[in-house]
């Protein structure tokens, strides 16, 4: 049975959170499954957010989990899962994305993780690495990968 599942999302799913929040109603919904919500900011994103928000990365600490809730990459799917009556909470982490999305969903013990990503050519994974194919290798749960059109 599914109890809880991760779907990351960042900037390359602005253009198929549908497509991601629909393969995870299906599955999340009829379960009653408590959704996490992560996104992974780099740490040069994290910085500048800091920055925006006055604070200074070397002394001040904000929560990346109240800085994610309040991210437009999260607030659109949050918003939807309000209105599909879908529990979900939100996490922000700072790091590497393919491996904080691992690790996250490895700490919350989840049953599933869903991830989003775009067609590449096999020269350009090589080049610039492929934060999916990691995923999938490296994950303890089942990964569900819904590709964008």
Known sequence: MIESVVLAVGPDNRNHVDALLNTVE????????TVYLVHVFTHDEYNDLMRQADADPKTDDIDPDELA????????PASRL???????????VVGYPNREVVEIANQLEVDMLFIG?????????????DYAQQVLLNADCPVTYVQQE
Do not use: C, M, W
Request: hydrophobic fraction near 30%.
């Open 69 to 76: 809730a309040n991210h437009d990459n999260v607030r659109t």
């Open 82 to 92: 309000d209105e599909l009556q879908i529990d979900y909470e939100i996490r922000g």
């Open 26 to 33: 299906s599955i999340a919904g009829p379960a009653g499954a």
């Open 117 to 129: 990503g775009r067609g590449r050519s096999p020269t350009k994974k090589a080049v610039f690495g």
